[in-house]
């Protein structure tokens, strides 16, 4: 069995969980997110997610780091991890993005991918006048909008023509590093979702939930109908709290659970924007978790013993990358790769 692939989200919105801590002030720098970035290619992480909004969700009062200005840089300060931008199809003309896509994959050397998303927060679309689709229409536009970027990838002549986008006659150049172009995440919850996952992704994001489910959602997926040679692989993501005891852990946990109860004011403004035909936060309520996505949902809380056990159980059931989230950060991040990783190679030995 190959060794799960461990990755991080950049804090482009600040932090993970409670917003602000005395352990780890509010920063949605770029300085910070590059930082952290480098600490995990250090850390042997293999990649990292730079999510994607116009404005920071929780209040347009706080800063937000802009994806792929940001990823372009991190491709530059870099030199091994794989850089994933989130996209919106949305907010950019495909031809428009392929082309980005393809330069940051050049300054990369081939580390670069996408994470599609097909929005969820109504108001940086309302408040910027972007036409905003109705739920499944969204995603039959991310679908139309993914095979253009795909075909323009590809190197050749395009022309195209479909229900929202006309290409006549356009290729791009240079070509891309990737192979045979670069890797292509997707998100989402829903049928929709799944279904474009299913006929276009190469790896399926799912968010933080409990094993029983994520089994569930990886069944459901894999019965859908696939258009790609090689099947869809999995990623999931989670908030990791990992302490030398269970006790320890849990008391983190709670002690996290009461700082986030002070900023309810924070996930109110997040919750009037949210697109209320949106599966995932359906999903957030019936599993409540510290951090974002799903966070502590995945289980991910406990010993060492315990969290490793509970990703190599994951990982049988069919993921092999792993997003995390952590409080503080450059600490828990750390403490992850000394104390965590190690047990699970154990666990779960490469052959």
Same mark, same amino acid.
């Given at each position: 069995?190959?060794?799960?692939?461990?990755?991080i /989200? *950049?804090?482009?919105?600040?932090?993970?969980g &409670?917003?602000?801590?005395?352990?780890?002030?509010?920063?949605?720098?770029?300085e910070?997110?590059?930082?952290?970035?480098?600490?995990?290619?250090?850390?042997?992480?293999?990649?990292?997610?730079? *999510?994607?909004?116009? +404005?920071? &969700?929780?209040?347009?009062?706080?800063?937000q780091?802009?994806? /792929?200005?940001a990823?372009?840089?991190?491709?530059?300060a870099?030199e091994?991890?794989e850089?994933?931008a +989130?996209?919106?199809?949305? @907010? $950019?003309?495909?031809?428009?993005?392929a082309? %980005? +896509?393809l330069?940051?994959?050049?300054?990369?050397?081939?580390?670069?991918?996408i994470?599609l998303?097909?929005? /969820?927060?109504?108001?940086?679309?309302?408040?910027?006048?972007i036409p $905003? &689709?109705?739920?499944?229409?969204?995603?039959?536009?991310?679908?139309?909008?993914?095979?253009?970027?795909?075909? @323009? /990838?590809?190197?050749?002549r !395009?022309?195209?023509?479909?229900?929202? $986008?006309?290409?006549?006659?356009?290729?791009?150049?240079?070509?891309?590093?990737?192979?045979?172009?670069?890797?292509i995440?997707?998100?989402?919850?829903?049928?929709?979702?799944?279904?474009?996952a299913?006929? #276009?992704?190469?790896?399926?994001?799912i968010?933080?939930?409990?094993i029983?489910?994520?089994?569930?959602?990886?069944?459901?997926?894999?019965?859908?109908?696939?258009?790609?040679?090689q099947?869809?692989?999995?990623? @999931?993501?989670?908030?990791v709290?990992?302490r030398?005891t269970?006790?320890?852990?849990? !008391?983190?946990?709670?002690?996290?659970?009461?700082?986030q109860?002070?900023e309810?004011?924070?996930?109110?403004?997040?919750a009037?924007?949210v697109?209320?035909?949106?599966? %995932?936060?359906q999903?957030f309520?019936k599993?409540?978790a510290?951090?974002?996505?799903?966070?502590?949902? *995945?289980? @991910?809380?406990?010993?060492?013993d315990?969290?490793?056990a509970?990703?190599a159980? =994951?990982?049988?059931?069919?993921?092999?990358t792993?997003?995390? #989230?952590?409080n503080? =950060? *450059?600490?828990? %991040?750390?403490? $992850? +790769?000394?104390e965590?990783?190690?047990?699970?190679?154990?666990?779960?030995p !490469? !052959?």
């Amino acid at each position: 069995m190959s060794e799960p692939r461990y990755g991080i /989200w *950049a804090p482009v919105g600040g932090n993970f969980g &409670p917003l602000d801590t005395q352990e780890e002030p509010i920063d949605a720098s770029y300085e910070r997110s590059r930082s952290l970035v480098l600490e995990a290619e250090k850390l042997e992480y293999t990649t990292t997610l730079i *999510a994607q909004h116009i +404005a920071n &969700p929780r209040s347009l009062e706080l800063e937000q780091l802009e994806t /792929w200005t940001a990823s372009a840089a991190l491709a530059e300060a870099t030199e091994k991890i794989e850089i994933i931008a +989130a996209i919106k199809p949305l @907010l $950019f003309h495909p031809a428009v993005l392929a082309k %980005m +896509a393809l330069g940051i994959d050049a300054i990369s050397h081939g580390r670069f991918a996408i994470n599609l998303i097909s929005a /969820w927060f109504r108001p940086e679309m309302e408040r910027t006048n972007i036409p $905003f &689709p109705p739920h499944d229409e969204r995603y039959r536009y991310s679908g139309e909008w993914l095979r253009v970027v795909k075909a @323009l /990838w590809s190197g050749e002549r !395009v022309n195209f023509e479909g229900e929202y $986008f006309k290409i006549t006659d356009l290729s791009l150049r240079p070509t891309s590093i990737a192979k045979p172009h670069p890797p292509i995440y997707l998100g989402g919850a829903s049928d929709p979702a799944q279904i474009l996952a299913a006929e #276009q992704a190469d790896i399926y994001f799912i968010n933080g939930q409990p094993i029983e489910d994520v089994r569930q959602v990886i069944k459901q997926v894999l019965s859908r109908p696939r258009s790609l040679p090689q099947p869809v692989r999995f990623g @999931l993501s989670a908030f990791v709290i990992a302490r030398p005891t269970d006790t320890e852990a849990e !008391v983190e946990l709670q002690r996290l659970m009461e700082l986030q109860k002070k900023e309810e004011h924070l996930k109110l403004s997040v919750a009037k924007g949210v697109d209320p035909k949106a599966v %995932m936060f359906q999903l957030f309520t019936k599993n409540p978790a510290v951090g974002g996505n799903g966070g502590t949902a *995945a289980g @991910l809380v406990g010993s060492y013993d315990t969290v490793a056990a509970r990703i190599a159980a =994951f990982v049988d059931a069919g993921i092999d990358t792993f997003m995390l #989230q952590f409080n503080p =950060f *450059a600490r828990e %991040m750390t403490r $992850f +790769a000394e104390e965590v990783r190690p047990r699970v190679r154990h666990l779960q030995p !490469v !052959v």
